[in-house]
């Protein structure tokens, strides 16, 4: 379970850099895994209002934002931003992401995809201030609201404090700790039990793809579901693509990956193979399966289209057995 943080502050050491660092080590302590960008370091142009991402739901810019935010925003079941107050709201760096996430608003709103993770996946936001004003964060939450609408996210909370201008004066906030404890509890609260499990194909690009999807979109509560490959693919199989889409499902900005690396970022308990005799590592105490699912690559898209459906009607039957 990935939960991604966007630090926002152009200061390093600051008040909130310093808050994010200590709500993302209460996440970990929780056991998620933990990845933090560091907004102000990355490439990212602001909206220039092509239009292009309400008609194909993809921005043309070239920037970190396609490279791997997007994919990041996707694999994520909590993202937290935090941000000192600029002119009460979030820093110009941090804003100018969020204004990129109308791509991922267009395909959820005008071309009527749901990304499999949109069930389960929440939004937090840290935020600090120097004045006391008693309107000093309802920016802020109004554009927490809607950037967590657009990345499928249930806006689930916030922590935000006055009267904090020195540097590190956060750390000496007397409820930080119990705050920051009690909070990232909340936040985990139904996703720290689930039952981990690996999809794995030879490619990652089609079969194990579309099973983590239905995984997470029908037994999210259930299953902290990621797929991978034994020789991944430089990309996912647009077919694929094409097939998840006519039902409604949004697989965009997926990323393959190798089953070594995926083991060794979050160990399964169980490991699914999706009927083509990958070698898999050995993971102490997981438990193996395989699933014989035909290659759909370089096949038509009705063959597509019937592992599609094959593996959904398998992912649901071990949905309800789990």
């Known amino acids: 379970m990935l939960a991604l943080g966007l630090q926002g502050s152009p ?75 600029f002119f009460y709201n979030v820093t110009a760096q941090l804003k100018a992401l969020i204004d990129r996430c109308q791509a991922l608003w267009a395909r959820k709103y005008m071309l009527k995809l749901h990304d499999p993770g949109h069930r389960i ?22 554009t927490a609201k809607y950037f967590y609408d657009a990345v499928a996210a249930e806006y689930a909370g916030s922590l935000t404090y006055r009267g904090i201008e020195g540097r590190g004066h956060i750390l000496e906030h ?27 194909c030879r490619e990652n690009a089609c079969r194990s793809q ?11 509560d259930k299953l902290d579901a990621i797929s991978a490959g034994s020789r991944p693919a430089a990309a996912v199989n647009p077919m694929m693509v094409e097939a998840m889409h006519e039902k409604g499902i949004d697989m965009a900005f997926r990323t393959t990956q190798s089953l070594n690396e995926a083991v060794a ?16 590592p050995v993971v102490p105490g997981a438990k193996v399966q395989d699933w014989d699912f035909p290659d759909p690559a370089n096949q038509s898209i009705a063959f597509m289209r019937d592992i599609r459906d094959r593996i959904e009607d398998r992912v649901k039957d071990y949905i309800n057995n789990v």
């Open 11 to 85: 200061r390093k050491k600051g008040n909130s850099d310093l808050l994010l660092a200590a709500f993302m080590k209460a996440l970990a302590s929780h056991g998620a895994r933990t990845y933090t960008i560091p907004v102000t370091q990355q490439h990212i142009e602001p909206c220039k209002e092509l239009t292009v991402c309400e008609k194909k739901g993809t921005c043309p810019l070239d920037d970190d934002m396609g490279r791997e935010i997007y994919a990041l925003l996707r694999q994520a079941d909590i993202i937290v931003a935090a941000s000192p107050v």
């Open 174 to 200: 007397p409820d930080l700790e119990a705050d920051v404890s009690q909070a990232a509890s909340k936040l985990m609260a139904g996703l720290t039990n689930r039952r981990k499990v690996l999809f794995a």
């Open 265 to 280: 970022l979050d160990p399964p308990e169980v490991i699914i193979t999706m009927g083509c005799g990958e070698q898999c």
């Open 121 to 142: 996946r929440r939004g937090f936001l840290l935020a600090v201030g120097a004045s006391r004003g008693k309107q000093l964060f309802d920016g802020f939450h109004l």
């Open 210 to 220: 579309m099973a983590a999807a239905f995984a997470r979109l029908y037994g999210g």
